[in-house]
Nanobody
Framework: QVQLVESGGGLVQAGGSLRLSCAAS????????MGWYRQAPGNQRELVAT???????VYADSVKGRFTISRDNAKNTVYLQMSSLKPEETAVYYC?????????WGQGTQVTVSS
């Protein structure tokens, strides 16, 4: 059963922008803390941005000021707006949902930043 579906990845030049979307099932979206992670080849998966249970946001230091996480509750969708992208940010970006006793991952969407 598919719970999280990402879209919006693609090829972009360095300095460009992309917006990723993650559509979640109603059950997940209404009860989970949503976030974005990424994994580059040979690297561990790392946090990019996430909402907190208190309603705030947390960003990786490397993306602060350039990426913005947002959500549309009416559409059960979380977004990641990325700007000033760098080649080293080429990775598979994953949507993540954390509930009290479970977590879910999307299938990932490839973001490739060319130099």
């Amino acid at each position: 059963q598919v719970q999280l579906v990402e879209s919006g990845g693609g090829l972009v030049q360095a300095g460009g922008s992309l917006r990723l979307s993650c559509a979640a099932s109603t059950t997940i979206f209404s009860s989970a803390v949503m976030g974005w992670y990424r994994q580059a080849p040979g690297n561990q998966r790392e946090l990019v941005a996430t909402f907190t249970r208190a309603g705030g946001t947390v960003y990786a230091d490397s993306v602060k000021g350039r990426f913005t996480i947002s959500r549309d509750n009416a559409k059960n969708t979380v977004y990641l707006q990325m700007s000033s992208l760098k080649p080293e940010e080429t990775a598979v970006y994953y949507c993540h949902a954390r509930r009290v006793v479970s977590e879910y991952w999307g299938q990932g969407t490839q973001v490739t930043v060319s130099s």
